[in-house]
Structure formats: C-alpha cells, structure tokens
C-alpha cells in the first residue's frame, strides 16, 4: 500500500502563484511516475502533469508554460509549482503515484480555488 499526502492548495486571485506539495509513504517501487491531476463538477479528471522517477515530465496542454512539476525522489516527494493561475485553474487537485506494474494510488485532493 502507497499513502499519498497532500497539501499547498487554497485561494489565490487571478495571476498569483501556488505551490502544492504531495508526500508519498509505503510500499514504493523505486521506478515509479508521479502526477498531478485534477478534476471539477461533471468534468472527467484530467492530467496536469506527470514526472518519472528518472525526471521526464509531461504537462497538459492548459497549463504548459505556467505550471512546473518536480520531484525529489529520495524523500518521495512531488511539487507542482502553479504561476499565472486563472479562474478556470479552479479544482480539485490529486496526487497519483503509478508504478510499473500500473498499479496506483491517488491522495485525498485539495482545492485550489482562483479568484477572478
């Protein structure tokens, strides 16, 4: 079992930054990717951004340029770093560990609400 513990998520006007912050414990295999997703009312939940253990990151295309994922795979840590939000930033945002067999795990979410 994999617990995934968030925090960083709150309120911000339009054009402010945030940083979120997800802290994995367990069983993790050492080849692993860890993402960020997020989800709102009626909408599918959608990727974020995503990084492997080996560094290579993805990002959806909504938020490319304005957004920043990171790790620090020793303390089994990822970040995601939010600049120039915009109102429709506006969701739930989960943490998700998936290792290389495809088994994953998502955290509890937190909000991030952006103020127009």
């Known amino acids: 079992q994999v617990q995934l513990a968030e925090s960083g998520g709150g309120l911000v006007q339009a054009g402010g930054s945030l940083r979120l912050s997800c802290a994995a414990s367990g069983s993790i295999f050492s080849s692993n990717v860890m993402a960020w997703f997020r989800q709102v009312p009626g909408k599918q939940r959608e990727l974020v951004a995503a990084?492997?253990?080996?560094?290579?990151?993805n990002y959806g295309d909504s938020v490319k340029g304005r957004f920043t994922i990171s790790r620090d795979s020793a303390k089994n840590t990822v970040h995601l770093q939010m600049a120039s939000l915009k109102p429709e930033d506006t969701a739930v945002y989960y943490c998700?560990?998936?290792?290389?067999?495809?088994?994953?795990?998502w955290g509890q979410g937190t909000q991030v609400t952006v103020s127009s």
């Open positions: 990084i492997t253990s080996g560094g290579r990151t």
């Open positions: 998700n560990i998936k290792n290389g067999w495809g088994i994953e795990y």
